[in-house]
Structure formats: C-alpha cells, structure tokens
C-alpha cells in the first residue's frame, strides 16, 4: 500500500484473529513509534509490549472498549489482541506537548502495523492506571498515555461519510459502521467559514 491507501483504509478493529505478530514485525511498529516528531527532541516516550497471554489477559480487564457498542464490542475470548503496546510518558506531567509526541508516536505505529494488515484499536480510556502500572512494574513518575491493542483482524468496519451523527453502529451483520464528517464540512481555505453541518 502507498502511504494514502494506509491512511485512508485504516479502521479501527476490535476483533482479532490468533495469529501472533512476529519479533520482526515488533520490532518495526516500536521503531516507527520511536523515532516519530518530538518537541524540542526531548524523547520522553517509552514503550512496554506485552505479549505473554497470562499478562494480555491482565492488561485486557483494565480497559474500556468501544462506548457506542458495548457490550457487542468487548472482544470475547478468542478475538482479543494478541499484543499490546503501552505507550508511557516520561515527565513530570501529562501537558499538551508531551501528549502530541505520544500521538505522534501512536499514529506512526498504528500506520506501520496497518501497512503489514495488522489492525489496531487506541484506547485511551484504562481503567485504573495504579492498578496497571503495578501489574507491569511501572515507576510512579510515569504515565501512561495510552494502550495500543493489535492483532490480525477478525472483523472489516466500514466508513460512513455523513454529516450530523458521531456515533458508531452495528447493522443487522454485525458489521460496524463508522461515520466520519465529509470533508467540505471541515476544510476551510484562506478563512475560516461557519457551516451548518451537511449545508
């Protein structure tokens, strides 16, 4: 895939065939997180893979899945990822730079692990940060940005350009459907026009 059909045919999956990812493979999501844009080079990420199916599991319960279709998008057991990736910032706080490297640095390593069909879920939503950062032995002046959960894909979601609605839906396949707003709502050229959504 060229780097526009990566981006544009990126879905967001939360259902996941067994398959496990490669060392290689690993290696090259980190990098793509590694060497993403940091401001001033600073360089405060870091990263855990967890990939042991005891510590997957562990990881799996202190997160929150998909809001608009829970429970029908938790992954049942057999569809969970296979890997994650926590991506933790090293600072004395979580501020809008550090937190944009951290984006930076997600979106790089969802892109990559795409390119090689690799699907990937970005949850920013963890339960209960102590309790993870005990269970993977996380220093206190550490935080965690978010989870990247991967794995091979067991489902193909579906974009929907349509203005009005930002929440997802299953239809009668359980097939997600995800609306994104058209781009002539949201592109504005030498100044900034006000819309009515879908005008």
């Known amino acids: 895939m060229d780097t526009y059909q990566t981006i544009t045919t990126r879905r967001t999956i939360r259902l996941f065939n067994q398959k496990p990812i490669s060392p290689d493979l690993i290696d090259r999501i980190l990098n793509a997180g590694r ?18 199916p005891l510590n997957c599991d ?11 279709v829970q429970p029908k998008r938790n992954p049942p057991p057999g569809k969970q990822p296979t890997l994650y990736i926590i991506v933790l910032v090293r600072d004395q ?39 993870v950062k005990r269970q993977y032995e996380i220093p206190a002046d550490y935080h965690i940005f978010g989870v990247l959960a991967l794995g091979y894909p067991a489902e193909q979601p ?37 819309r009515t959504p879908g005008e």
């Open 35 to 52: 060497i993403a844009p940091s401001a001033a080079n600073r360089q405060v990420l870091e990263f855990i893979v967890v990939r042991e």
């Open 58 to 68: 562990l990881l799996f319960h202190q997160l929150a899945w998909a809001g608009y």
């Open 93 to 131: 706080e979580l501020n809008p730079v550090n937190s944009s490297d951290a984006g930076a640095a997600m979106e790089n390593m969802i892109l990559t692990a795409w390119n090689e069909n690799v699907g990937s879920c970005w949850i920013g939503s963890v339960v209960n940060h102590d309790v």
């Open 158 to 194: 579906v974009m929907e350009e349509m203005a009005g609605s930002i929440k997802y839906w299953l239809d009668e396949n359980d097939r997600l459907h995800v609306p994104k707003r058209p781009l002539k709502d949201i592109a504005h050229y030498e100044t900034f026009t006000r």
